[in-house]
Nanobody, 113 residues
Framework: QVQLVESGGGLVQAGDSLTLSCAAS????????FAWYRQAPGRQREFVAS???????DYAVAVKGRFTISRDNDKNSVYLQMTNLKPEDTGVYYC???????WGTGTQVTVSS
């Protein structure tokens, strides 16, 4: 059974940094791509970033240059380093096995102005 567990969310001020973690189990981690999505109140879930098996990355325009996604195959974990956070980054952040319907339960990030 695939399980994704996010952690690292919290309440921060604009301009602060935060790092999210996603621990994956129940799958062959090394052969899967992963992604982070987020959902703000009243809005649809949106793509944030992805990291492929070869470590190629992709980012949403809104976070490019501020967020960095990475993976640690030894720890079966995916990370999202977020810098210069803005109030519009507020939302629940979800870890996803890219191109598959496997999701974590999410971690809340709230950025105050």
């Amino acid at each position: 059974q695939v399980q994704l567990v996010e952690s690292g969310g919290g309440l921060v001020q604009a301009g602060d940094s935060l790092t999210l973690s996603c621990a994956a189990s129940g799958l062959l981690f090394n052969i899967n791509a992963f992604a982070w999505y987020r959902q703000a109140p009243g809005r649809q879930r949106e793509f944030v970033a992805s990291v492929r098996v070869n470590r190629d990355t992709d980012y949403a325009v809104a976070v490019k240059g501020r967020f960095t996604i990475s993976r640690d195959n030894d720890k079966n974990s995916v990370y999202l380093q977020m810098t210069n956070l803005k109030p519009e980054d507020t939302g629940v952040y979800y870890c996803n096995v890219y191109w598959h319907n496997y999701w974590g339960t999410g971690t809340q990030v709230t950025v105050s102005s």
